[in-house]
C-alpha cells in the first residue's frame, strides 16, 4: 500500500472516531437524567454521571499522550482505549443500579483520552502550514456526530424486548446500540489505521543520505588526487602531514613512501558516517528526556491559549445548561423546538468549521484567532445588554436571544482551530501527545464550573456569561499579541 493511500486511510479512521464520540455524547445525553430516575436516583447523580465521564478523560489524556510519545504506537493505543469504551456502554446497558450507571460512565470517559495520542500524531504527520485545515475537518467530524446523533433516537425510543437477562427499552438501548458501535470502529482501526511516520524524521534520514553520498564522493576525490604524483601535490600533502590525524603533529622530513599511510590515516577519519543522524535517532527514541513541565507550559503564549481555551469552552457550557430552561421560560419552548434549536446550532457550527478550515490556508492562524476573538467581545457585549435586560415586546427578545446565541456559537469555530493549531506550534513536537492530553484536559476542566453558573434562567446568570465573554475577548486579545511570530 502506498504512503498516500495509507495517510487517507488512517485521516478516515480518525474522523470516524471523532464522529462516533460525537455520536455518543448525543445519543446518551438526553435520556440519561431519565434513566437514572428509573433507578432512583437523587438529582445530582447526573451531575456526578457527566462529571464522571468529563473527569476521567481529564485524568487519561495526558497519560495515554505521554505512551505514544515514547512507543510512537498510536494504534495500540487507540485500540486499548476503545476497549473502555465498549466496557463503560455495556455497563451502561446493564444498568442494574445507579452506582454501576455511575461507574459506567467513569470507565466510558477513560477511552476519550486517546483523543490527545491522535492530536499527537497529528501534529507530528502534517506540515504546520496544513496543520489548521486537518485540525477542523476533525473537529467537524464530532460536531457532525452531534447533529446526526439524535437520529438514532428515533429508532432507539422504539426499542422495547428482552435480550437474555437484559431488558432493552428507550433507556438501555442507547447503552447497546453504542458498544456494537465501537466494537465496529475496532475493526476499523484494526485494517484502516496506520502509524504515520513524523515529518521530521523523514528529513533527517533524507539528510543524513545525503551526507553520506557526499562523504563518499570527498572520499572517491582523495583516493584520485592520492594517485597523482606530480609536484603540485607535494604542497597539498605537506600541509596534511603537518596536520596529521586527529590534531597530531608529523615530523617534516616524513618520507614520501609514508605519504599513503597519512592519506590514509586521514580518510580513517574522515570515512565514519557522521555523528548528528545518530544523535537525532537517539532523541527521537526518547523525547520526555529534557522535557520540563515548567519551561514548556509556563510560558506567556502557552498560559494565554490555555486560558481562552478554557474560557470559551466554559461559556459554551454555560449557554448549553442555560439555554433550555431560559426558552422554557419565557418562550415556552418544549423538547421538539429545543431539538430544533440544537440541530440548527449544529449546522452553523459545521459551517463555520469548514469555513475556517477554507480561511485558514489563505491567511494564517493569528488572522482566523482574531476574527474569532472579535466575534466572541460582540458576542459578550450583546449578551450584556439585550439579554439580561430584554427590551421590547414578544417578538424582539426572542430576536435578540437569536441574534445572542448565534454570536455565541459563530466564534467557537475560529477560537477552536486557531487556538489548537497554534498550542501545536508553541509546544515541543516530540511531545505532542502529552502537551495536547495536557490542552485537552484544561478544557475538559472548564466542563464542571460552566454548568454551575448557567444552571438557571435568572437574570445574574445572564450577567456572569456575558461578562465572561468579555473576559475572553481580553485575554485572547492578549493572546494575539504573544503569538505574533507564530501566525
Known amino acids: 500500500m502506498d504512503e498516500r493511500r495509507k495517510r487517507r486511510l488512517t485521516f478516515c479512521s480518525i474522523g470516524l472516531i471523532f464522529l462516533l464520540s460525537g455520536v455518543e455524547y448525543a445519543v446518551i445525553l438526553p435520556t440519561i437524567w431519565r434513566y437514572l430516575q428509573t433507578l432512583d436516583a437523587a438529582p445530582y447523580f447526573l451531575g456526578l454521571a457527566l462529571s464522571a465521564f468529563s473527569l476521567s478523560g481529564l485524568l487519561t489524556g ?4 505521554h505512551l505514544s510519545d515514547r512507543t510512537q504506537a498510536t494504534k495500540k493505543i487507540i485500540l486499548f482505549a476503545n476497549l473502555f469504551e465498549i466496557i463503560g456502554n455495556f455497563m451502561y446497558f446493564m ?9 459506567s460512565r467513569l470507565v466510558a470517559g477513560i477511552g476519550t483520552g486517546a483523543g490527545s495520542s491522535i492530536f499527537g500524531v497529528l501534529t507530528r504527520s502534517t506540515a504546520p502550514d496544513d496543520r489548521a485545515t486537518v485540525f477542523a475537518a476533525v473537529m467537524a467530524c464530532r460536531q457532525a456526530g452531534l447533529l446526526i446523533g439524535p437520529a438514532f433516537n428515533i429508532f432507539l425510543r422504539l426499542c422495547n424486548f428482552q435480550l437474555g437477562p437484559f431488558v432493552v427499552n428507550k433507556y438501555t438501548a442507547p447503552g447497546l446500540f453504542m458498544c456494537l458501535m465501537w466494537i465496529l470502529l475496532q475493526l476499523v482501526v484494526v485494517f484502516m489505521y496506520s502509524d504515520l511516520p513524523p515529518l521530521e524524521r523523514k528529513k533527517v534520514q533524507e539528510a543524513s543520505t545525503a551526507i553520506k553520498s557526499g562523504d563518499q564522493e570527498s572520499e572517491s576525490g582523495l583516493l584520485e588526487d592520492e594517485e597523482e604524483e606530480n609536484d603540485e601535490v607535494k604542497p597539498l600533502m605537506t600541509s596534511q602531514e603537518l596536520v596529521g590525524s586527529y590534531g597530531s603533529v608529523v615530523p617534516p622530513n616524513h618520507s614520501r ?5 597519512a592519506s590514509n590515516s586521514t580518510l580513517s577519519h574522515v570515512s565514519p558516517p557522521p555523528s548528528p543522524p545518530p544523535s537525532e535517532t537517539r ?7 529534557e522535557f520540563s513541565i515548567s519551561r514548556e507550559f509556563l510560558r506567556e503564549e502557552v498560559v494565554v491559549l490555555l486560558a481562552a481555551q478554557f474560557i470559551t469552552l466554559f461559556n459554551q457550557t454555560a449557554l448549553e445548561t442555560m439555554v433550555t430552561p431560559l426558552t422554557q421560560k419565557y418562550f415556552g419552548y418544549g423538547e421538539l423546538e429545543n431539538s430544533v434549536m440544537y440541530c440548527l446550532c449544529g449546522v452553523e457550527v459545521i459551517a463555520g468549521f469548514f469555513f475556517v478550515r477554507w480561511l485558514s490556508r489563505r491567511v494564517g492562524e493569528r488572522v482566523v484567532l482574531a476574527v474569532g476573538l472579535a466575534i466572541c467581545n460582540i ?3 450583546w449578551c450584556l445588554i439585550f439579554l439580561a435586560t430584554p427590551l421590547g415586546g414578544y417578538p424582539w427578545p426572542l430576536t435578540e436571544f437569536i441574534i445572542g446565541v448565534f454570536l455565541q456559537v459563530l466564534g467557537l469555530p475560529f477560537v477552536a482551530v486557531a487556538q489548537v493549531s497554534l498550542f501545536s506550534k508553541i509546544t515541543c513536537e516530540k511531545t505532542q501527545g502529552f502537551c495536547q492530553g495536557v490542552r485537552r484536559s484544561v478544557g475538559r476542566s472548564s466542563h464542571h464550573p460552566g454548568p454551575s453558573v448557567g444552571r438557571g434562567p435568572h437574570r445574574e446568570h445572564l450577567y456572569h456569561v456575558g461578562g465572561d465573554d468579555g473576559t475572553a475577548g481580553a485575554a485572547d486579545d492578549y493572546a494575539g499579541v504573544l503569538l505574533r511570530p507564530y501566525g
Open 283 to 289: 532523541e527521537s527514541s526518547s523525547p520526555i528526556k
Open 62 to 65: 495526558p497519560l495515554f499522550g
Open 95 to 103: 444498568g442494574y443500579s445507579k452506582w454501576l450507571l455511575l461507574a
Open 257 to 261: 613512501n609514508n605519504i599513503p599511510a
Open 379 to 381: 458576542s459578550g457585549v
